[in-house]
């Protein structure tokens, strides 16, 4: 028988460059390598050509990650992969790091590992880091006789040595570089790019969907290099939903009440692409409900918002360079216009483009309607009703008078050994239910059915509502109300499956496997385990305790908290027992 109740790092390190490498800022070449996750996933590959006890490599990193100082650096040597003891961190920030060590082959490549972490073990399914703390070099002495103790680094003796050249940056894999458009601007170069427009009170950066902004709160040096701009070229597919992006950076105003307009996009020789094919992800769009839908943008001041704009290219559209305009305006500023300039091909996309993901076009489906409507499914066939019950692909459900299920089979299989119960006790028994009426349909359709049931007894009243989709899953919300003040011992809901039936389990703590004879379950809110199938190869069930909200937690249940009428305050879980022919 179910019940549910209540009373209610050292590591050898190979690889050189291997992805294409690049170019940016202070002639810093970013690249790929190849190397154990667990040194992070970027390192900086220095080469030191004087032989020294200590040498200095300076690292202009312009790290996005946050508190860059409480890292660690770890540093192994290219030709024997052995880690570096001596690694002292002089001055470490976002845009830049001084690290000075020990070097060992001399001349010779180092790597600096700026991200090293360790993994903690996930209880479940997550996959958590912590990165390492900074260590002190392995030898004091060291320290000391080249002024590198703490003490001794406001003196700056430590720049007089010998200095190790920055060869490249390098991500671990090509999704982890971040160039370049994580490269951050340093704060100097900021202040000289606001220079160079003391009346704007906000930039516009257009951007090519090929590097998508990603940070909101500083500026790429991409930015530093391009400028800001009133101009966007692109090239598109006939066919193509094709998307772009425009960086708003708040320069010298919180922003507010954003608002775009478009014009038609003209082709010289008169063909135009209308304005209603444009759409701003971030402005406008269509709800759950497949209702239009208006939003509102603010960006604090200092801060980067991305707008995303796409744009349907019909099928039909002749190649050529089409021109159009796009406005854009904020509360209390000048209205800004953006140039588009989008070369057509005579390239045809049959699928928008969304079997290349570089093209974004996937981004229209934030405004897709399928599956709003109630429409079967294939292989689903439409449901068919009846008084007390309902059948669907392959199963049927019988309802008793209390609306909740007394009959479950799968194919001929029946899954319950008798029908289910929500059972409410008290010092004299539970409390025997009498139907208050017949049960009423609040919908029948091919896809779904909707019942109420009311049941009652001297003390309680007892409703439910349940709604079958046509793919089987049936939701059933219950209602329990005293009439009369009562003392109640326990409250549950018995979910009696056939013991040749329920052969295996999955679920409340467990991975899996075949059933256990018995296992108990208490709610715990670092745990997202509020469900459980029992079943076989071919027939089974499974429950899901939900609160009185849905909530979508799916690893623990910190954001929606316990469901009070379950939890009651840490009384309530599960047992799952045999009991007779019944499990």
């Given at each position: 028988m179910v019940y549910v109740w209540l009373i209610i790092c050292v590591v050898a390190l190979t690889g050189l460059a291997s992805g294409p490498c690049r170019a940016i800022g202070d002639a810093v070449t970013y690249g790929v390598g190849s190397w154990p996750r667990e040194m992070g996933d970027m390192r900086a590959r220095v080469r030191v050509n004087v032989g020294a006890e200590a040498v200095v490599a300076h690292v202009g990193w312009r790290r996005h990650d946050p508190a860059p100082q409480e890292k660690a650096v770890a540093v192994v040597d290219a030709a024997t992969g052995k880690q570096i003891a001596n690694v002292a961190r002089l001055r470490i920030g976002p845009e830049s790091g001084d690290?000075?060590?020990?070097?060992?082959?001399?001349?010779?490549?180092?790597?600096?590992?700026?991200?090293?972490?360790?993994?903690?073990?996930?209880?479940?399914?997550?996959?958590?880091?912590?990165?390492?703390?900074?260590?002190?070099?392995?030898?004091?002495?060291?320290?000391?006789?080249?002024?590198?103790?703490?003490?001794?680094?406001?003196?700056?003796?430590?720049?007089?040595?010998?200095?190790?050249?920055?060869?490249?940056?390098?991500?671990?894999?090509?999704?982890?570089?971040?160039?370049?458009?994580?490269?951050?601007?340093?704060?100097?170069?900021?202040?000289?790019?606001?220079?160079?427009?003391?009346?704007?009170?906000?930039?516009?950066?257009?951007?090519?969907?090929?590097y998508p902004i990603r940070m909101t709160d500083c500026l790429p040096l991409r930015w530093i290099e391009t400028g800001p701009g009133d101009r966007f070229e692109g090239e598109a597919a006939r066919g193509e939903f094709y998307t772009f992006q425009i960086g708003l950076y708040a320069a010298r105003m919180a922003v507010d009440d954003v608002q775009v307009g478009f014009s038609d996009m003209r082709c010289e020789s008169g063909s135009q692409i209308p304005a209603d094919g444009f759409t701003c992800f971030n402005l406008m769009g269509t709800d759950c409900l497949g209702l239009p839908m208006q939003k509102s943008v603010k960006v604090a001041l200092g801060r980067v918002q991305a707008l995303w704009f796409g744009l349907q290219i019909p099928k039909q559209t002749p190649p050529g360079v089409y021109r159009g305009t796009l406005a854009l305006k904020v509360a209390g500023a000048q209205q800004s216009i953006v140039k588009l300039s989008l070369r057509v091909t005579d390239q045809t996309l049959d699928d928008a483009g969304d079997s290349e993901l570089w093209r974004m076009s996937r981004l229209r489906w934030l405004n897709s309607t399928t599956g709003i409507d109630d429409t079967v499914t294939a292989p689903y066939t439409p449901l068919q009703s009846s008084a007390n019950g309902v059948k669907c692909l392959g199963r049927e459900i019988r309802f008793a008078a209390t609306g909740l299920p007394s009959s479950i089979k799968s194919g001929q299989r029946e899954i319950l050994a008798r029908p289910i119960e929500f059972v409410a006790e008290t010092a004299n028994g539970s409390v025997k239910w009498k139907a208050s009426s017949t049960a009423k349909t609040l919908d029948d359709t091919a896809a779904r059915l909707v019942r109420e049931s009311s049941a009652h007894s001297d003390l309680l009243s007892l409703d439910c509502v349940s709604k079958t989709d046509f793919d089987g899953y049936t939701n059933f919300r219950l209602m329990l109300e005293a009439r009369r003040d009562s003392d109640l011992k326990d409250i549950r809901l018995e979910i009696p499956v056939r013991k040749d039936v329920a052969i295996y389990m999955m679920g409340l703590g467990r991975k899996g496997g075949c059933r256990p004879d018995r296992w108990q379950w208490t709610w715990d809110v670092r745990r997202a385990n509020n469900m459980v199938w029992i079943g076989d190869v071919d027939a089974g069930l499974q429950c899901k305790l939900k609160a009185n909200t849905e909530s979508w937690d799916i690893y623990d249940l910190s954001e929606s908290g316990l469901p009070d009428s379950w939890a009651n305050g840490g009384k309530g879980g599960c047992d799952v027992v045999e009991d007779g022919d019944a499990v």
């Open positions: 690290i000075a060590f020990a070097p060992e082959t001399v001349p010779g490549d180092y790597y600096l590992y700026y991200m090293p972490y360790k993994v903690i073990k996930p209880e479940q399914w997550q996959y958590t880091i912590e990165y390492l703390q900074p260590t002190p070099p392995a030898d004091a002495d060291w320290s000391a006789r080249n002024s590198l103790r703490a003490d001794d680094l406001a003196g700056g003796a430590w720049e007089s040595l010998p200095k190790a050249d920055l060869i490249e940056i390098q991500a671990r894999t090509e999704f982890d570089r971040p160039d370049p458009m994580e490269v951050i601007a340093t704060r100097a170069e900021t202040d000289e790019l606001l220079k160079r427009f003391p009346l704007k009170p906000y930039l516009l950066f257009p951007e090519d969907r090929r």
